[in-house]
Nanobody
Framework: QLQLVESGGGLVQPGGSLRLSCAAS????????IGWFRQAPGKEREGVSC????????VYAASVEGRFAISRDNAKNTVYLQLNSLQPEDTAVYYC????????????????WGQGTQVTVSS
């Protein structure tokens, strides 16, 4: 049974950085695309970044392009999301999920949602 567990969230000042982790079990990890999504209060869940099975292909939302970086370590069954130059508008619960393809990076295309990890950007 697929299980994804997010970690690494927290409170950070504007301009700061965080590194999120998504640990997977119960799945052939190297056969699964992984996506990071976020949901702020009162807003829909949006795709932040998704990565292909091998890690060779990635896609980013325009709002995070150049600031966030997704990567994966298939030997550790883990996907990472490096968040740099964080802004208050990045405040949200961040989730990871599994999909067949890394693109489109849209929530309805993904499954196996974790519990999420809270990222709060505030001075």
């Amino acid at each position: 049974q697929l299980q994804l567990v997010e970690s690494g969230g927290g409170l950070v000042q504007p301009g700061g950085s965080l590194r999120l982790s998504c640990a997977a079990s119960g799945v052939s990890f190297d056969q699964t695309a992984i996506g990071w999504f976020r949901q702020a209060p009162g807003k829909e869940r949006e795709g932040v970044s998704c990565i292909s099975r091998s890690g060779s292909s990635t896609v980013y939302a325009a709002s995070v392009e150049g600031r966030f970086a997704i990567s994966r370590d298939n030997a550790k069954n883990t996907v990472y999301l490096q968040l740099n130059s964080l802004q208050p508008e990045d405040t949200a619960v961040y989730y990871c999920a599994a999909g067949r393809y890394y693109s489109p990076c849209r929530a309805p295309e993904y499954t196996g949602w974790g519990q999420g990890t809270q990222v709060t950007v505030s001075s």
